[in-house]
């Protein structure tokens, strides 16, 4: 179907016929018919910047003509810009030279799983959902408020972890009061469905409400199961609550 | 392994000044051209290797000085008289035609600052030396001198196969101090636990060879004797995270599957099961395999990695943290119960990359998935949740190929910015960077004991790193290709390597020589794989065959004399065809992976195109 669309080779406009020369005498030998439409994009493209570059140089040069030091000139810039290259052989071999020097560091062992401090990971939470401003009775059906990932805290220190330790993460909110430490722990966090002390182990309802912890009950003792709730595949690299804010909570309906 | 001092780069480059009157290049090429045709037939084929090098760097210094004209004819008149396997490069040098076309390219800038290594014998040396120091090819003699370093050795002067096969990377070939680090190529010891025997029907290793009883045996795979292997590295050389339970449990699979293992050899060849990804539309870029074989990953240029279970047991993500809840922790199944049979599927997609994704790699746990991009990050996936954990930022070029360590944690990547580098999962930036290639690093293996790390690169040399200080402790060349495929032997003394140009090359890693070429396939290798015991090696190529060579012939009787080991050169027997024990075809599918499974069954991977 692209064959039909296509000029055959004798007919094809010049610069097709340019390109197909460079080509092979690159030695690409096959190619898509598209890939000489691109290309010649890219060099129309890539020419006319250039030449638009030097156009302004030699004008701020006050200059009448465009001359080759303008094109020199602009070609300079542009590849610094956009077509970079790896570093320098010698600045690698510097840089490796520095990094090899320090020994291998030691592994800690019983830590979960070994993941770099969470700012580095992509597994906080990257989205906050608008808190709903009516405020709904207690009684009256879920209130879900997913930023927390609810699961059953037990202050038991033989609670036991279960098989291997799972990569799985915690989100906690960032507008929880407590700065939560998440290095290499991982633990659930029951929701109360009260504001007051939750030092009880009750199991927890599925409805979620208020989301005030006591920071008592995290501990490096309490490592459990925790679930990602987020779905972390995003490409954003820079999740919001790297930083855990201290809110104000007036989103939060106390209840 | 003393790094090679770089100079500075402008330095070198500003130093790259006149060596006599530009057009009279020509003559002093074709003067030294004469006069190597001329000489002993001994001596020819290795002074011949000087003709490439010489031509290049004569080239580049009349491009460079700007003159264009002589540049251009020198090239015309004489880059048909270079060797075959040179032609790609001599493409790319055609094309550099101003001096402001040789700033831009890094491997020709790092060809120009290091030096050109020439193996050549004491008696063809005097003999050039004589020659070019007479007063009339002293230019070329300042040439030979600023960028060829010449090894000699004492012996026999090499002939024209021998030198055939070591020749074809960009810097010549290695010299021979560059071999000469000692390399723990042993296995580490295995621990010894208990196996916990059931009623079923097993024929246990017993290393003593006692009749089997029933109690538990300690069976300690691997250290055969107590004492300490001296080739093996010390246990504690690297930091190595221990075994947790899952782990013990998972070696104790591992030896009851071993125990049921098919003894291979020429007279019992594997049967070769291959995974065809239908539809891929050319866009499978990478294949890996669990070592126990239950699960597949492939990774797409459409930036996807999609893994899939090779058995009937579906892929099953942890429940969501509302279902959690709900469980009962005390219960014995409780890690069946985490497991949300509501979305398990066959099929589990990944989406995270915003490249083609180049690489991929099971932890050995099966805990994590790696996968490495063109969008220059190396991302850790989690098997348990089937998200995304970790995006390794540090080469910030497209990197081609990233393994796990075989006991997990740490992982190496390479990629375009001509460095490989070892990370561990806990670190957001490297532990070590691996420089020294002059192209880009295609290709990253670890050792079996996880203490070194093979790289190929497209400057056709294979190195072999060491994990603890970051050193070059090997370097191979012969291959006349971008290498595209490494396999260590399961006893780590070996290494095979593939490449463009179709031929499989063995290597003994503690000699530090080519003991062995494999020739048959007709295009690019990307698939090799060692059975477990180390008796045949497959190789699967763009060629769409699988080829079974015998491995335990290939090692044996290696003459491994002093003589070989002082000058680095080995003959190789012409036995291809003899190693060859089978050619497999298939349709139309270029294999991309190859993957034994513990009881030695050959498994391949790869994607139906067609044409």
Redesign the interface.
């Known amino acids: 179907m692209e064959a039909a669309k296509m000029a055959s080779p004798k007919s094809a406009p010049k610069d097709a016929q340019v390109m197909a020369q460079i080509l092979k005498?690159?030695?690409i030998t096959e190619y898509e018919p598209r890939v000489i439409n691109q290309m010649l994009e890219f060099a129309y493209r890539y020419v006319t910047t250039i030449l638009e570059d030097a156009k302004i140089y030699s004008s701020h040069a006050k200059k009448s003509n465009v001359d080759a030091d303008d094109v020199?000139l602009a070609?300079q810039c542009r590849?610094d810009q956009s077509?970079t290259?790896?570093?320098?052989?010698?600045f690698?071999?510097d840089?490796?030279?520095q990094?090899?020097q320090?020994p291998?560091?030691?592994?800690k062992?019983?830590s979960g799983?070994?993941?770099?401090?969470d700012r580095?990971?992509?597994?906080a939470p990257n989205y906050r959902l608008k808190s709903l401003q009516k405020k709904v009775s207690s009684s009256a059906g879920r209130i879900t408020v997913p930023r927390l990932?609810?699961?059953?805290v037990s202050s038991r220190p033989s609670?036991?972890t279960?098989?291997?330790?799972?990569?799985?993460?915690v989100s906690v909110s960032a507008k929880v009061g407590t700065p939560v430490s998440l290095s290499?722990q991982r633990f659930?966090v029951q929701i109360p469905s009260s504001q007051a002390a939750v030092k009880t182990a009750t199991?927890?309802t599925?409805t979620v409400q208020n989301v005030l912890i006591n920071p008592s009950l995290i501990g490096p003792k309490n490592i459990?199961?925790?679930?990602?709730?987020v779905?972390?595949?995003?490409?954003a690299?820079e999740p919001n609550p790297l930083k855990r804010k201290h809110e104000d909570d007036d989103d939060y309906d106390n209840l | 392994v003393a790094?090679e001092d770089?100079p500075?780069?402008s330095a070198v480059l500003s130093a790259y000044n006149q060596q006599g009157d530009p057009t009279l290049y020509e003559e002093y090429y074709s003067g030294l051209k004469h006069f190597i045709e001329c000489s002993l037939d001994c001596h020819r084929a290795e002074l011949s290797q000087l003709f490439y090098p010489l031509f290049v760097h004569m080239y580049l210094e009349l491009v460079y000085n700007q003159h264009e004209s002589e540049a251009k004819s020198f090239f015309e008149r004489f880059h048909g008289d270079q060797e075959c396997y040179y032609q790609?490069d001599l493409?790319v040098l055609?094309?550099l035609t101003k001096k402001?076309h040789m700033k831009?390219n890094?491997t020709m800038?790092?060809f120009r600052?290091?030096k050109f290594v020439l193996r050549i014998s004491r008696d063809s040396y005097q003999l050039l030396k004589r020659h070019l120091q007479e007063k009339q090819n002293n230019q070329i003699w300042n040439i030979v001198q600023e960028h060829l370093y010449i090894d000699i050795f004492d012996g026999m002067p090499r002939s024209k196969q021998q030198i055939d096969a070591m020749v074809g990377s960009l810097a010549g070939e290695a010299k021979r101090e560059a071999n000469k680090a000692k390399v723990f190529f042993g296995l580490l010891k295995e621990p010894e636990f208990d196996v916990p025997l059931d009623d079923e029907d097993e024929e246990g290793e017993n290393e003593e060879g006692k009749p089997k009883k029933k109690k538990p045996k300690k069976d300690s795979v691997g250290s055969k004797s107590k004492k300490q292997d001296p080739n093996a590295p010390p246990q504690n050389r690297?930091?190595?995270?221990?075994l947790?339970d899952?782990d013990k449990l998972d070696k104790v699979m591992n030896m009851k599957e071993a125990a049921r293992r098919v003894r291979l050899g020429p007279e019992c060849l594997p049967s070769i099961c291959f995974y065809t990804f239908l539809n891929a539309y050319q866009g499978l870029t990478a294949v890996d395999i669990t070592d126990d074989s239950s699960m597949i990953v492939g990774g797409f240029a459409d930036s996807t990695v999609r893994v899939w279970s090779v058995t009937p047991k579906k892929l099953r993500s942890?429940?969501?943290?509302?279902d959690?809840?709900?469980i009962d922790?005390e219960s014995d199944d409780?890690?069946e119960r985490?497991m949300d049979e509501k979305t398990a599927s066959e099929l589990k997609i990944?989406?995270?990359h915003?490249g083609p994704v180049y690489g991929t790699s099971f932890s050995p746990?099966r805990?994590?998935l790696l996968s490495c991009s063109e969008d220059g990050t190396v991302r850790?996936w989690?098997?348990?949740?089937f998200?995304?954990?970790?995006?390794y930022k540090g080469h910030?070029?497209p990197v081609w190929d990233t393994q796990f360590s075989p006991y997990g944690?740490y992982f190496v990547s390479g990629g375009?910015?001509?460095?490989a580098r070892l990370w561990?999962?806990?670190?957001?930036q490297?532990?070590?960077?691996?420089?020294?290639h002059?192209a880009d690093v295609t290709c990253t293996r670890f050792h079996p004991n996880s203490n070194y790390i093979a790289t190929g690169s497209a400057d056709r040399t294979i190195r072999l790193w060491d994990?603890?200080?970051?050193?070059c402790v090997r370097i191979f060349t012969g291959h006349k290709g971008p290498i595209h495929s490494l396999a260590f032997s399961p006893n780590g003394r070996f290494l095979a390597t593939g490449a463009t140009d179709g031929r499989v090359l063995l290597w003994d890693i503690g000699h530090g020589l080519m003991v062995g070429e494999l020739k048959g396939h007709t295009d690019t290798i990307y698939a090799l794989r060692f059975s477990r015991d180390g008796e045949i090696l497959a190789s699967g190529a763009m060629d769409n065959t699988v080829r079974l060579w015998d491995a335990v012939k290939a090692f044996e009787d290696l003459e491994t004399d002093d003589f070989t080991t002082a000058t680095g050169h080995i003959n190789l027997p012409e036995n291809s065809q003899d190693l060859l024990l089978g050619t497999y075809m298939t349709k139309s599918t270029p294999v991309v992976h190859l993957h034994f499974t513990r009881r030695n069954l050959l498994l391949a991977a790869g994607a139906y195109s067609s044409q």
């Open positions: 005498d690159m030695g020199r070609i590849t077509f290259s790896p570093p320098p052989r010698d690698l071999l840089i490796a030279r990094k090899n320090t291998l560091p030691l592994i062992p019983y799983p070994r993941l770099p401090p580095y990971c992509l597994t990932s609810v699961g059953a609670t036991p279960l098989g291997t330790p799972s990569a799985q993460t290499g659930t199991p927890t599925p459990l199961i925790t679930t990602n709730m779905s972390s595949q995003s490409a690299n | 790094v770089q500075d780069v790609d493409r055609s094309s402001e831009g890094e800038l790092d600052t290091s690297i930091p190595l995270p221990e947790k899952s942890v429940k969501t943290a509302a959690l809840s709900l922790k409780v890690l985490i990944l989406y995270g915003s746990d805990n994590y850790l989690s098997l348990q949740t998200t995304c954990l970790v995006g910030n070029y944690y375009h910015d001509r460095v561990a999962t806990d670190h957001y490297p532990l070590r960077i691996f420089a020294g002059l994990v603890l200080n970051g050193n």
